[in-house]
Structure formats: C-alpha cells, structure tokens
Nanobody, 126 residues
C-alpha cells in the first residue's frame, strides 16, 4: 500500500520561502508521476505542480509559475516543492499525490491521482 507523508509546512511572511517534502513508500513509487495540490476551505483541491517519474518533465499552475519548483529524488523516494516569494493567496493545505500509471503525463485533475498524503498547512501572512 502506497503511503505519502508531507512535511515542511508552517507560518511565514509574504516574500519568504518554504520547502515542502513528500516521503513516499509502499511500492515502486519512483516509476510514477507525482503531483502537488492545494486546498483552502470551501474550495476544490487545485493543481500546483507535477513531475514525471524521471524528473525530466514538470508542469506548474499559472499562479505559481516562476516561484515554485518541483523536484524528486527517486533514490530516496522523495518529492519536493520549493516555494519562493510566497504570497498570502498561497495559504492552503498542500497535498502530494501519486498517479499509479505508466503513462508519462502530468494530469492536473485531482481525480487522476490514486494516492494522497494527509496534507501540510502553509500559512502566509501579509
């Protein structure tokens, strides 16, 4: 059973940086696309960034392009989200997700991912 555990969230000020980590276990996780999503109360979970199994392809939501960077270390089954120049509108619970498919693509819809972590809160004050 695949398990995903996020860490690294916290309370920061606008303009600060945070690095989220996602530890994956329980299967050949290094062969699958990984994504980061975020959700605020009353809203649907939205795509933030994704990375293919080998790290060669990445994709970002327009709202974070140029500020966030997704990466992975398959030897350690880790996925990261480096977040720079944070804004108050980045405040959300951030989730990492795994898409258990050998098709090399990065879906942006949450229902395309089968496994999810418990989430980590990121709060950006103005």
């Amino acid at each position: 059973q695949v398990q995903l555990v996020e860490s690294g969230g916290g309370l920061v000020q606008a303009g600060d940086s945070l690095k989220l980590s996602c530890a994956a276990s329980g299967g050949p996780v290094s062969t699958y696309t990984m994504g980061w999503f975020r959700q605020t109360r009353g809203k649907e979970r939205e795509f933030v960034a994704g990375v293919t199994w080998n790290g060669e392809r990445t994709m970002y939501a327009d709202a974070v392009k140029g500020r966030f960077t997704v990466s992975r270390e398959n030897t350690n089954s880790m996925v990261y989200l480096q977040m720079n120049s944070l804004k108050p509108e980045d405040t959300a619970v951030y989730y990492c997700a795994l898409r258990q498919s050998l098709i090399v693509e990065i879906p942006i819809m949450a229902n395309e991912y089968e496994y999810w972590g418990q989430g980590t809160q990121v709060t950006v004050s103005s």
